[in-house]
């Protein structure tokens, strides 16, 4: 079965381009150029990846991505002419799964489509091999199959990176990891971003979770503490 994307885009040059090369590599297609007849579509028919621009009439990109983000974690990459390092971040952090700017080479866009979709198709059969379906650390209670997290019984809505995030630590409580380290495991290793990312999603997960036991290792990263290691 073809994976279906949604491309958002109101410049009809770029717009046809990107759909070409998209239907050229195999995928099935639909366009939208704003935001409010994509959301309409995607009630009828939901798609396995959106490519959103920012700049559109309307709603703008970042809406639509922190829309889509409330129910759904399909993936999402943002192509868009603002190439200012906290508008990438901004975009990441709304839940976008890759930031690309304009211009950029459409072969390179079909590259990165490629590779996110390899390790969301991955996923499930990391999943099947796993013996502990639910993750316990404390107060915080991660279920694995479902991705939701409890913290003190109750369930807390977090976004596809912070349960990336957390389930990294959690499976290696007091290790110490580089931010660099944190930023290719959970954005992937062609995100060229500022390690920033990094220290914004750790600031909203202690601020989700309070009390959670991450804690920062000064002038390197993070490390999530087990029980045993005492309290702060």
Not at 127 to 145: A, F, N, P, R, S
Not at 205 to 231: A, C, N
Request: hydrophobic share 40%; with cysteine.
């Amino acid at each position: 079965m073809k994976n279906k994307i949604f491309v958002v885009e109101d410049d009809p040059n770029i717009r046809d381009i990107v759909v070409a090369y998209l239907k050229k590599d195999g995928y099935e297609v639909s366009m939208a150029d704003n935001a409010e007849d994509a959301w309409e579509m995607a009630y009828r028919d939901q798609p396995d990846m959106w490519i959103l621009d920012i700049m559109l009439p309307g709603m703008d990109g970042y809406e639509l991505c922190k829309k889509i983000r409330q129910d759904s974690e399909v993936p999402i990459i943002i192509i868009s002419a603002k190439d200012d390092e906290v508008d990438k971040i901004l975009g990441l952090e709304l839940g976008s799964d890759d930031y690309l700017t304009k211009p950029f080479s459409p072969r390179e866009l079909v590259a990165r489509v490629k590779r996110i979709f390899k390790r969301v198709n991955i996923a499930p059969v990391k999943k099947e091999k796993e013996v502990t379906k639910t993750i316990q650390l404390g107060d915080l209670e991660i279920h694995i199959e479902e991705r939701r997290v409890f913290w003190i019984g109750e369930e807390v809505e977090v976004t596809a990176k912070e349960f990336d995030m957390l389930t990294i630590l959690i499976r290696n409580q007091n290790r110490a990891f580089a931010r660099e380290e944190l930023l290719s495991l959970v954005w992937g290793d062609d995100y060229f971003g500022s390690d920033r990312a990094v220290d914004d999603l750790i600031k909203r997960l202690r601020r989700k979770l309070d009390g959670l036991p991450i804690e920062t290792v000064w002038g390197y990263g993070y490390r999530m503490r087990s029980d045993e290691e005492g309290s702060q």
